[in-house]
């Protein structure tokens, strides 16, 4: 029984590797460092596989993971360092953010938690069932900060247009 939940984790984890990839970069803006927090994720993921009591929702337990790995990298990280574009090489993750980046950068000045649902609901297309077990809220605030998230985005693209 074991083995085969570790198949199917792998093979999960296979599939979803450029979503993952993109979850974390929403986070954590630098290519590098979302790469280190996915590959941390499925270090953490493989290691506490155990802990999986339900297979069906493996999606949820794997991005939980996977936000706490980036909210750890966020809390941890004391200074930023700015690296020229040419010292990088072409890789094979192109960030996901749009070239304009308006709306990404109206999204990353949310408050962190409403950024969160925000973030899965719309870059990963989750229901807000599984946001709310993601990150372990009840459903009823992931709705109102949801909610709330929304409003402010618009009241700030609506100001915006007005200019």
């Not at 083995?3 to 803006?29: G, I």
Request: with cysteine.
């Amino acid at each position: 029984m074991a083995q085969w939940m570790e198949e199917r984790l792998v093979t999960f984890l296979v599939e979803e590797q450029a979503r993952s990839y993109r979850l974390a970069y929403s986070y954590l803006h630098n290519r590098e460092e979302a790469l280190d927090a996915v590959q941390t994720a499925v270090c953490r993921a493989l290691e506490k596989q155990d802990s999986l009591q339900e297979p069906d929702a493996m999606r949820t337990w794997f991005y939980r993971i996977l936000v706490n790995t980036c909210t750890d990298m966020l809390r941890r990280r004391k200074r930023v360092s700015f690296v020229p574009p040419e010292m990088l090489d072409a890789g094979s993750y192109e960030d996901p953010l749009p070239a304009d980046g308006s709306l990404a950068e109206r999204v990353d000045g949310l408050p962190p938690e409403i950024q969160t649902v925000v973030k899965l609901r719309f870059y990963e297309e989750m229901s807000l069932k599984e946001i709310s077990a993601v990150t372990g809220w009840p459903l009823s605030t992931v709705k109102t900060r949801l909610y709330t998230g929304l409003k402010k985005l618009r009241i700030a693209l609506e100001s915006e247009e007005e200019r």
